[in-house]
């Protein structure tokens, strides 16, 4: 049991998937303007990326292994990944529209977010279990929204405050990013992976 | 041998994933379809559909959208006035504000339109901008409000060239008078009843 835990603490903490392994670094830098959207980006990523890495880890285990296909794996995985997305989008669109009025245009955006693919990939290479892939991709997608959310709290700050000429826009928003890696370093060690 | 064994379960494999896919989603589009937007069609039933654009947008629908988008508030519909505050703020589960001041003007008693009859010279300019067809006339005929029918909008007033139109409060008759609301509506209707007060207006 303890080793779930330490599954969801590495991978929010310690192996975060944008700050410590670069992955999903468009949505990060794209849709963290807001807060409002960063939190509807942030829920329709961890929904999306916990069913993707449980499919994946299921289509890898019975299909693609058993064959030998395992230099299928990227394309598939995208497959499946473009496949949830557009189904979930569906179901959400007719059963909650207000939450697909939340979610709105992220929903489909996911799609090309590099973290879901990645996730799904490194869950190959880790050798996770059913249990382990499923909470591996819900704990990354748990440290994604929590970097996005925090991200987009101080980007709205460093909007209304006085950025010299040079630093505004883009440039003062990769500085901010930087120093918020260089903080989650600070997780390092916590666990041992 | 084996390599082509090897590449035809490889194209199956993936065609199979494919076609899975595409059946869950072909199912999924046919099963979960969707007409129109079901939050805009429900605020837009909620509308008065007097389509007079003293919300700022061109019509109701587009008010409805607007609202649905998150990206104005309930409060901008004077001729609907407080009854659909309170349904739109019951509909989407949110707190009901008072009628926007700019767009009220007074408008929290409800009022009609009058024409002073012995100064309208027929020129039919009200009848065209009546959103819900009250006013009735000919040119060169002195027109007439059915009071029935008239929202309050105030639209008629500004087109008037010689001004013998004007807003008076409506007149509580046995027909109109309605029993005092009940205490959670009026709990509801606080934040209303406080602008009321302050404009030292009618008792709700």
Partial sequence: MIEYLFIIIGTVWVNNIVLSQFLGLCPFMGVSRKLETAIGMGLATVFVLTLSSITS????????????????????FILVIAGIVGFTELVVHKTSPLLHNVLGIYLPLITTNCAVLGVALLNVQKSNGFIESG?????SAMGFTLILVLFAAMRERISASDVPEVFQGSAIAMITAGLMALAFMGFTGLIKT | MMLVIEIITAIVVLVGIAAFFGLILGYASVRFKVEGDPITDQIDSLLPQTQCGQCSFAGCRPYAEAIAKGEIGINQCPPGGKATILALADLLDIEPEPLNEELAEGSDIATVAVIIEKDCIGCTLCIQACPVDAIVGSAKHMHTVIEAECTGCDLCLPPCPVDCIIMVPIKETPTSWKHPEPHHVVRGLQAIAVVVETKGGAQP
């Fill in chain 1, 57 to 76: 880890y299921l289509i890898h285990t019975y299909l693609l292994h058993p064959y030998g296909l395992d230099y299928l794996r990227t394309i598939s």
């Fill in chain 1, 135 to 139: 909470l591996y991709g819900f704990g």
